[in-house]
């Protein structure tokens, strides 16, 4: 994805946003799903167990939700990425209190700080319509697993049927914004959110991107009539 200002009119980036509302931002991931999105996390710990993974990278990782789901799935060896100091500092907060062990790292997956085939499975949970660039995203992904690694990708998607599609658009102009704005007091964060989805959903082919560096492809898991996806690409 590429764009890296929140508008045209503002020089403030999408990392600078996570910082200011790293704080309220577990709680608005629930509220603006309704909780589902735990529902979406459970399943891509499911589909990741059957990996049997010993290297773990959680990528856009947030405030650590997923390295701590890994840890209770029994995923010992464990690092998270993420752009935002913010978000970081939260995870921090969180995994010492649930005294966990991961390597945090302060970073862009356009360039992963991790050398060569470090990691058997690497996730990531809507970040990737906040990559820079997709195409050099995915390739750094491949360079660090592992072959026969999978990258699992966790990302809102647009409905294929036309009512659900209808309702979700109104859901994604209305709701978000408007409840997002409410809670965190922050109008310019939720406005992005809202539109950045929108804009994924419409023109970016996740598994062709995969394909084209350098992964094969299983079969895309569709959630929730569609509103979100599971990727998966394993590296040849």
């Not at 050398?115 to 499975?121: G, V, W, Y």
Request: with cysteine; glycine share 6%; charged share 30%.
């Amino acid at each position: 994805m590429k764009g890296k200002h929140l508008s045209k009119d503002t020089n403030d980036t999408v990392e600078q946003m996570f910082n200011r509302i790293a704080l309220r931002y577990d709680f608005l991931n629930h509220f603006l799903s309704f909780g589902i999105d735990k529902r979406w996390r459970k399943k891509l710990i499911k589909l990741s167990k059957t990996d049997k993974p010993e290297k773990t990278l959680d990528i856009a990782t947030g405030t650590g939700d997923m390295l701590i789901a890994f840890h209770k799935a029994g995923i010992q060896s464990l690092a998270g990425l993420d752009p935002s100091s913010g978000m970081l500092e939260q995870a921090k907060i969180k995994l010492e209190k649930a005294n966990i062990q991961a390597d945090l790292k302060e970073g862009f997956c356009e360039k992963i700080p991790y050398s060569d085939n470090q990691f058997d499975l690497i996730t990531v949970v809507f970040g990737i319509r906040n990559f820079k660039n997709l195409n050099q995203s995915f390739s750094e992904i491949h360079r660090v697993l592992k072959p026969g690694g999978k990258a699992r990708l966790l990302e809102f998607s647009m409905p294929k049927n036309a009512i659900v599609r209808l309702f979700y658009k109104l859901y994604l102009k209305g709701f978000i914004p408007l409840w997002g704005r409410i809670i965190s007091k922050d109008k310019a964060a939720y406005q992005y959110l809202s539109a950045s989805i929108k804009e994924f959903s419409k023109t970016i082919e996740v598994e062709k991107q995969l394909d084209e560096n350098g992964f094969s492809t299983e079969k895309t898991q569709l959630l929730s009539l569609g509103i979100s996806s599971i990727y998966t690409g394993i590296k040849k």
